[in-house]
């Protein structure tokens, strides 16, 4: 089975920050990687797909890049509505990025 | 507008049995891959299980092999989740989510449901 690790696990940023968040998969997987937020008490959402590509209606804050093992998710300029944990997946999904506020 | 509402969940005993269902509205629900997610108390998310539009292929991940099965009714726009032999570790709360392909490919999850419990318990 494909193993995803993320990093960080929590990351504290202030409003106006650039944000990055790594996904490392055990083998390749070509572009085939998502990316989610999820809020408590909430379902996940779909921001980015296909690596790259952004899922309709999200901020185009979010850009998601990256190909065979290692990924990227960047938030560009981080806003209140963006603290959350932010999953990886490709199949399996990663431990997930809390981002909190400084 | 899409809609995906599970329902089946509550307290189990260890060893025993449960069928969740989920049932999805607002898109041509034959069209797409189906799967399951979970997300135990205070963890991460999880893929359970997923099946493609016309059932031809299934995968599950490897903590639930053997003993969950998944299921689709495409006439009645459903989606199942039967489990057996449910162990303490299986207390979670269950995601149904419409992939954006039809086939098992992408994983992809464009909707999801807002979940229901399962409590595996004695």
């Known amino acids: 089975d494909i193993q995803m690790t993320q990093s960080p696990s929590t990351l504290s940023a202030s409003v106006g920050d650039r944000v990055t968040i790594t996904c490392r998969a055990s083998?390749?997987?070509?572009?085939?990687l998502a990316w989610y937020q999820q809020k408590p008490g909430k379902a996940p959402k779909l921001l980015i797909y296909?690596?790259?590509s952004l899922e309709s209606g999200v901020p185009s804050r979010f850009s998601g890049s990256g190909s065979g093992t290692e990924f990227t998710l960047t938030i560009s300029s981080l806003q209140p509505d963006d603290f959350a944990t932010y999953y990886c997946q490709r199949e399996t999904f990663g431990q997930g990025t809390k981002v909190e506020i400084k | 507008e899409v809609q995906l509402v599970e329902s089946g969940g509550g307290l189990v005993q260890p060893g025993r049995s449960l069928r969740l269902s989920c049932a999805a509205s607002?898109?041509?629900?034959?069209?797409?891959?189906m799967h399951w997610v979970r997300q135990a108390p205070g963890k991460g998310l999880e893929w359970v299980s997923g099946?493609?539009?016309?059932?031809?292929?299934?995968g599950y991940a490897d903590s639930v092999k053997g003993r969950f099965t998944i299921s689709r009714d495409n006439a009645k726009n459903s989606l199942y989740l039967q489990m057996n032999s449910l162990r303490a570790e299986d207390t979670a709360l269950y995601y149904c989510?419409?992939?954006?392909?039809?086939?098992?490919?992408?994983?992809?999850?464009?909707?999801w449901g807002q979940g229901t419990l399962v409590t595996v318990s004695s």
């Open positions: 099946i493609s539009w016309n059932s031809g292929s299934i």
């Open positions: 296909k690596a790259s």
């Open positions: 989510a419409k992939d954006k392909l039809g086939f098992l490919e992408w994983f992809t999850f464009d909707y």
């Open positions: 083998q390749s997987i070509s572009s085939w």
């Open positions: 607002g898109f041509t629900f034959d069209d797409y891959a």
